[in-house]
C-alpha cells in the first residue's frame, strides 16, 4: 500500500509507494517532538512487507535508530507511542511491554500487564511512565521501577476501556 503526505504550506501530496526506505504507516498523534521529527515506521523490505519503527527528521532522511526489541520478530510491534523530547520517544509493544528511547538505545522498562491492548502512553514531571488500556491504567515508579496497576472495574461498560492519558502540570492524571 502506498502512503501520502500533505505538504501543508504548499497544498501538495506526495505519494510513496512500498519500497525499502519509504514511509510505510504512523501510530497516534503523539508521534512528532518538538524539533519536528515524527516516530513512524518505514519499509525495511518491500520483497516481505517487514517494517521497522524510526525517526524521520524534518529534512525526510531517517535517523536510523538501533532496531527496537519489539520490531525483531514479525508478529510484535507498537501498540502506543508518545514523544518525550526531541529524539526520545516511549513506546509499549503488543504485549504490555514498555521501551524508552534515550536518543542513543532502548530500555527495557518492564511489562505493565501482559495485554495486547495499551491505547496510550506518557510520562510525568517526576519521570514516572503511565500506561492505558484494556484492565485500566498503570504507573511505573520512576524511583523504584516498579509498576502498579489502576483496575478500573466497570460491569455495565464492558467494552469501555481507558483510551487515552492526560497529564496535568500538578500531577493529576
Known sequence: PNVARLDFGTGNWTVYPEANGNPSHILGNNVTDSSGNVWLYKTSDASTHRTRLDLRRPDGTWFNTPL???????????????????GKVLVV?????????????????????NTPSTYDV??????????????????????????????????SQYDQFVNDLTLAPNGDV
Open 68 to 86: 527496537a526489541p519489539f520490531d525483531q520478530t514479525i508478529t510484535n510491534s507498537a501498540a502506543a507511542i508518545r514523544t518525550i523530547g526531541p
Open 93 to 113: 509493544d503488543g504485549g504490555g511491554t514498555a521501551y524508552r528511547f534515550n536518543g542513543t538505545n532502548w530500555q527495557n522498562l518492564g511489562m505493565w500487564q
Open 122 to 155: 506518557d510520562q510525568d514531571a517526576a519521570g514516572n511512565i503511565w500506561v492505558c488500556g484494556m484492565g485500566g491504567a498503570a504507573k511505573r515508579s520512576a524511583s523504584t521501577g516498579v509498576w502498579t496497576r489502576y483496575r478500573l472495574t466497570n460491569t
